[in-house]
C-alpha cells in the first residue's frame, strides 16, 4: 500500500525501488520491460505512448540533465508484471493500462460484452471500461486491451464509515448487474475490484509510484484529496475465469480456480452454482477488508451473514443481497465517523 505522507514506501504492485531518497539508480531496463519496448512503435501508431524508458533509443534522463535519479520519472521501473503496462493515450493525455492477451480470449469477450453501448449507459454496470482491443501486426494470436488506469480498491486506504457504506453500495449493485446479464465473474476478490481515483489525484500521479506526482518532483500527499470528497468509483476487472448462462438460467459450473480458497462448495468434479461463488467470495471480501479490521462497521454482520451461508441454497442472490444492504444502510448512524481499527488489526 502506497504511503502518500512518505514517499519511501512503494505501491505494493510498483517499482521495487524505494523512493526520494534511497532510490536505486535504474538505468537499465528491467527484464519484464523490454518486450514493450519493441512494442512502442506500434501503440504509439494507434494514439498510446509508452513512458519515456520504454521508448526506442531511450537513455536515463538524469545523466544529461544532472539531477537526482531520484526526481526523474523516468528512473521508476514498470510495476513487475510482463503482461501488462500503463501508458499515455495521446489524444487526451488520459492516462491508461494495457494489458497483452490472447486475441479473443474468454476475459476480453466477457469485459466487451459487459460495455456494450446498452450495457454500458447502465449507471449500475461497474465492469471495467474497455477502449481499445488491438491486434498485434506481427501476430494475430496476440491482442492489447486498453483501460483507464486504475487504483486497488484500498488505496489510498479507507478513512471513514461513508467510504466504505459507498464501496459496498457500489460494489453489490455491479455484482447483481453482472449476474441480471448471465455473467458469474467467479473470482470477486481484493485484487480484482479496482477503483477509479483520477478525481483524489488533480496534479495526477505517477504510473509507477502512486505517491509522486507524474514528473517524480515530489509527493502526492499536499494535493490528494479524501475519497469521500473526490468521489470514486470502483469497477471489476479480470474475467479470465468468468462464466457466461442465460439470464435466470444458471448453468452449474466445476473447478477451483480463484483467489478465494473459503468458498465451501468450490470442486472439480462435483458442480455448482457460479453465481452463488461470488455472493459468498463478496461477503468474504467485505469480512477480511473491513469487519475484521474496522471495530465501527458492525453493521455489516447481519449482511455477511447471510451472503456467506455455508449451503449455496440457502444463501441469498446477489439482487437479495443488495435489496437486504439498502435496508440495512438506512438505519447506519454517523456515516462521517474516522475508521476505528479493531484489535486484531491493531495488533493488541
Excluded at 489510498?156 to 460494489?171: A, G, K, N, T
Aim: net charge negative; glycine share 6%.
Amino acid at each position: 500500500m502506497t504511503n502518500y505522507e512518505n514517499t519511501k514506501s512503494p505501491h505494493a504492485h510498483a517499482s521495487p525501488t524505494e523512493g526520494p531518497e534511497g532510490t536505486a539508480d535504474n538505468s537499465t531496463l528491467l527484464l519484464h520491460e523490454f518486450p514493450w519496448l519493441g512494442r512502442q512503435p506500434f501503440l504509439e501508431s494507434k494514439g498510446y505512448m509508452l513512458r519515456p524508458r520504454l521508448r526506442p533509443g531511450w537513455t536515463p534522463s538524469w545523466i544529461s540533465n544532472g539531477k537526482d535519479p531520484a526526481l526523474c520519472e523516468d528512473n521508476y521501473p514498470s510495476p513487475m508484471r510482463i503482461l501488462v503496462t500503463d501508458a499515455t493515450r495521446i489524444a487526451d493525455g488520459k492516462l491508461v493500462c494495457i494489458k497483452k492477451i490472447s486475441t479473443g480470449n474468454k476475459e476480453s469477450n466477457t469485459a466487451l460484452l459487459l460495455r456494450s453501448k446498452q450495457r454500458r449507459e447502465d449507471p449500475r454496470n461497474h465492469s471495467v471500461p474497455i477502449l481499445d482491443v488491438l491486434e498485434d501486426p506481427d501476430d494475430s494470436a496476440v491482442s492489447y486491451m486498453v483501460m483507464p488506469f486504475f487504483h486497488p480498491m484500498d488505496d489510498p486506504p479507507f478513512e471513514s464509515v461513508d467510504e466504505i457504506v459507498d464501496f459496498v453500495d457500489q460494489v453489490l449493485e455491479g455484482l447483481a448487474f453482472m449476474h441480471e446479464q448471465g455473467v458469474a465473474h467467479r473470482d470477486c476478490s481484493p485484487s480484482n475490484i479496482m477503483m477509479d481515483a483520477a478525481a483524489m489525484f488533480p496534479c495526477g500521479f505517477h504510473p509507477a509510484l502512486n505517491g509522486l506526482l507524474p514528473d517524480a518532483s515530489g509527493p502526492v500527499a499536499p494535493t490528494m484529496i479524501s475519497r469521500s470528497k473526490a468521489g470514486v468509483r470502483y469497477y471489476f476487472v479480470d474475467y479470465d475465469i468468468s462464466s457466461r448462462n442465460a439470464p435466470g438460467h444458471p448453468e452449474e459450473v466445476t473447478g477451483t480456480e480463484g483467489r478465494d480458497e473459503e468458498v465451501p462448495e468450490l470442486a472439480e468434479d462435483v458442480a455448482y452454482n457460479p453465481f452463488k461463488v461470488d455472493v459468498f467470495s463478496m461477503g468474504n471480501l467485505l469480512k477480511h477488508e473491513f469487519h475484521e479490521r474496522f471495530s465501527n462497521v458492525d453493521f455489516l454482520a447481519p449482511l455477511l451473514n447471510e451472503m456467506m451461508i455455508e449451503d449455496p441454497m440457502h444463501r441469498p442472490t446477489a439482487e437479495e443481497a443488495l435489496r437486504q444492504w439498502r435496508s440495512i444502510r438506512a438505519d447506519v448512524a454517523d456515516t462521517n465517523a474516522p475508521l476505528t481499527r479493531g484489535q486484531e488489526a491493531s495488533g493488541e
